[in-house]
C-alpha cells in the first residue's frame, strides 16, 4: 500500500511540473487574443493599428469611422461653351415659365408693352410715350374678349386707359389654326419681349422668327383638360428696320367647345 502510495504522488508531481512549463494566456509572447502560436495578425484586426472597419485598407492618422478624403475630380472633357454673339449679330432665343400671380406692365415693359381685351375682343391698350416697337399683326380667328384668367396685370402709363389694378382680362380665338400674328421691331441692341398667353382645351404653339432669316424657335403649351397659361419670353437682336415675327397658335383642340389659345399682353424691355 504504501508503494501505491509514493506512485500516486511521483504521478501528480510530473503533471504538475509539465503543466507549469507551458504557453500562458499572458506570456511574453503578448498574445492575449488566443492568436495561435507563430501566427502574425490579421491585416487591420481591431486594436491591431490597422483599419477600425471593414471599409478598406487602413489609411494612417485616420480617427474610428473616418473615410480617406475624395480624390480630387477629374477635369471636364465637355467642349467649351459657344463665345458670346459678337456686336450686332442676329440673336433668337425663346423660353417658357409660369406667370406671376399679378405682372406690373409699367414696370416689365420699360420700352413699349401692349394690353388686349379690356373692354372686348377689339380692345388694346398701349404704353403711353412707348416706343412703339410691338406690333399687333392680326391673326386668323374672331377675337373674343374675357375676364376670368388667373393672373392679373396692372399699369400705370397706358392710352387709352391711363391706368388699370389687377386686370384679369384678355382676348382668346377658338379653333385649329387660329390666332395671333405679332411682330417686334429690331432696334440693334439686345431685347427681351414678355408674352403672357394661354390655352384652353388646346395645344398651343408660339413659333419666333427674323424676318432676316435664319433659325426659328418653337415652344409649346398644352393641357387638355383646363386652362394653362405661361410667361413666354424672348430674348433677340435685329438691325433696325428687321422685324421678330411671333405666331401664336391653335395647333390642336381637345374638345368640340372652342379650344383656344388666349393673348393678355406683351412687354418689351
Not at 487591420?44 to 471593414?54: I, K, L, N, Q, V
Not at 456686336?87 to 400671380?101: F, N
Not at 399699369?155 to 382676348?171: E, F, I, K, Y
Not at 424657335?217 to 383638360?225: I, W
Amino acid at each position: 500500500m504504501e508503494g501505491v502510495a509514493v506512485l500516486t504522488c511521483l504521478v501528480a508531481l510530473v503533471t504538475y511540473l509539465v503543466t507549469r512549463s507551458g504557453p500562458d494566456a499572458g506570456d511574453a509572447t503578448g498574445r492575449g487574443d488566443n492568436v495561435p502560436a507563430g501566427a502574425a495578425r490579421p491585416t487591420g484586426f481591431p486594436g491591431a493599428g490597422g483599419r477600425t472597419d471593414d471599409a478598406g485598407p487602413a489609411t494612417p492618422g485616420l480617427r474610428p469611422r473616418q473615410r480617406p478624403p475624395s480624390p480630387e475630380p477629374t477635369p471636364s472633357t465637355s467642349p467649351p461653351a459657344r463665345p458670346p454673339a459678337s456686336p450686332g449679330e442676329p440673336v433668337l432665343s425663346v423660353s417658357r415659365a409660369e406667370v406671376p400671380a399679378e405682372v406690373d406692365l409699367t414696370a416689365v415693359g420699360t420700352r413699349d408693352w401692349m394690353h388686349w381685351g379690356l373692354n372686348g375682343g377689339t380692345s388694346t391698350v398701349r404704353k403711353r410715350s412707348g416706343s412703339g416697337e410691338i406690333v399687333d399683326g392680326g391673326g386668323a380667328g374672331r377675337r373674343v374678349g374675357w375676364d376670368g384668367n388667373q393672373e392679373v396685370v396692372s399699369w400705370r402709363d397706358g392710352t387709352s386707359q391711363r391706368s388699370a389694378s389687377g386686370s384679369p382680362n384678355g382676348v382668346y380665338t377658338c379653333g385649329a389654326g387660329n390666332g395671333f400674328h405679332l411682330a417686334v421691331a429690331g432696334s440693334g441692341e439686345l431685347r427681351t419681349v414678355q408674352i403672357y398667353a394661354g390655352t384652353w382645351m388646346a395645344r398651343g404653339r408660339l413659333d419666333a422668327r427674323l424676318s432676316t432669316g435664319g433659325p426659328a424657335r418653337t415652344v409649346r403649351l398644352e393641357d387638355p383638360y383646363t386652362s394653362q397659361s405661361a410667361q413666354f419670353t424672348v430674348r433677340f437682336r435685329l438691325p433696325k428696320g428687321a422685324r421678330l415675327v411671333l405666331t401664336w397658335t391653335v395647333e390642336k383642340v381637345f374638345t368640340e367647345h372652342c379650344g383656344n389659345v388666349g393673348l393678355q399682353a406683351v412687354a418689351l424691355r
